[in-house]
């Protein structure tokens, strides 16, 4: 009964978690062309990235045009707990970026960091 429970449990709260990272970099990496775009700090990124990132951190975001080669260009965006990146998301589209996603934040990431 106590399984039941924390399946259900866990299943019910899941949204609150966001978007799940292992499965963004999955779709990032069998998209041609597109771009893993990390928006946390510089500091942040220094301590451990997913490896082939470009840090660009969310307040610089307007310096975007000289790392995303064209408007259509697909972009993962991924953060530290995914509201930084949601928030990159919705200023890139105003920008005028069609193709973009977040994926979530890097603290559910299950796999190696870079440094």
Do not use: W
């Not at 449990?9 to 041609?32: H, P, R, V, W």
């Amino acid at each position: 009964m106590k399984e039941i429970r924390k399946v259900i449990k866990m299943g019910f709260f899941d949204f609150l978690l966001g978007a799940d990272i292992n499965k963004g970099i999955d779709e990032y990496s069998g998209t041609k062309g597109a771009v893993l775009l990390d928006v946390r700090t510089v500091e942040e990124y220094r301590e451990g990235h997913v490896k082939g990132s470009i840090n660009i951190p969310l307040d610089s975001l307007n310096k975007v045009g000289g790392k995303v080669p064209t408007k259509d260009t697909p972009i993962f965006t991924y953060c530290h707990s995914g509201a930084r990146s949601m928030q990159a998301v919705s200023y890139l589209k105003r920008l005028g970026y069609d193709n973009v996603k977040n994926i979530g934040g890097i603290a559910r990431y299950t796999g190696e960091l870079e440094q």
